[in-house]
């Protein structure tokens, strides 16, 4: 009969646990951008559509990170600016950067898994043009949120703050240096053949 009460309230203990652990998580895409994100195959408009959320989360910190601004008509494609404490909107900046640096990664160890064009589509750009371009333009815009990091570094008070800032500056350092890896932007040619 002990065992049985002793099983009953462990269960018991563990489902309140566990409720409370999934109301804790908080997804850190709004609605509206993850919809984007399935939206955008192609992994350079994957990464603005990413480093746009980057600089949402910003935003809704009130800090300037000179991002790109939304033309009025996409606006309500986007929702409303993310809303949080500040610790969470650190936390996604850092999640957002993790899961664009995990999105080129993948693509870099499996190119063959790309959205590959329709033959008929004779404008559509290939893998070795599009994947430079989602690189230089995540580091782009790592470049853009280097400084605002340290500002927040150098500013904050709480000592929770401190970590996702530390984390997203060291994946800041690790795009801006993975540009140093890729070839050299290609010669645009201009119609005549040498």
């Not at 601004?69 to 494609?77: L, V």
């Not at 230089?136 to 929770?160: C, F, H, I, V, W």
Request: aromatic share 6%.
């Amino acid at each position: 009969m002990r065992t049985a009460i002793f099983v009953v309230f462990i269960l018991a203990i563990s489902v309140i646990f566990l409720s409370g652990t999934a109301a804790a998580q908080r997804d850190y895409f709004t609605p509206e951008e993850i919809e984007l994100i399935r939206d955008a195959q192609a992994i350079d408009r994957r990464i603005d559509v990413l480093t746009h959320a980057v600089d949402r989360r910003f935003a809704a910190l009130k800090v300037d990170v000179g991002g790109a601004k939304i033309p009025d008509k996409e606006k309500a494609a986007w929702g409303e600016i993310p809303k949080g404490t500040r610790f969470e909107l650190l936390v996604d900046v850092k999640r957002i950067l993790q899961k664009a640096i995990d999105d080129i990664d993948n693509l870099s160890e499996r190119p063959d898994s790309r959205i590959i064009p329709e033959k008929e589509d004779k404008k559509a750009e290939g893998y070795a043009i599009i994947f430079p371009r989602a690189v230089r333009n995540l580091a782009a815009a790592a470049k853009r949120y280097q400084p605002a990091l340290k500002a927040e570094l150098d500013s904050t008070k709480d000592g929770m703050d401190k970590g996702p800032i530390l984390d997203s500056l060291e994946m800041c350092d690790q795009i801006v240096a993975a540009v140093g890896k890729l070839p050299a932007d290609p010669v645009p040619t201009t119609g005549k053949k040498h």
